[in-house]
């Protein structure tokens, strides 16, 4: 049985606007090397652990809907 090790992300601004989708081992890691830079950016799990491979497949759903529904991916992708 694969490990549930990986979370699943999306990062947004001060505003509320996303800025990414992603997937870490370490979500605190992760969002602190995005805090440094002084732009309110937040990280937010989606959901529990999963499969990495869960995971990058649901990173690439995520990226595509966003490239449907706006012409381009998130900033951050």
Do not use: C, F, H
């Not at 989708?21 to 440094?36: C, H, K, L």
């Not at 990173?59 to 992708?77: C, L």
């Amino acid at each position: 049985m694969a490990l549930r090790d990986t979370y699943r992300y999306k990062m947004v601004d001060g505003q509320g606007s996303l800025v990414k989708y992603g997937i870490t081992d370490d979500p605190n890691r992760r969002e602190s090397e995005n805090v440094a830079d002084g732009l309110g950016i937040r990280l937010r799990v989606e959901g529990p652990r999963v499969t990495r491979q869960t995971a990058l497949d649901w990173e690439a759903k995520k990226i595509q809907g966003y490239k449907v529904r706006y012409g381009k991916p998130p900033r951050g992708n």
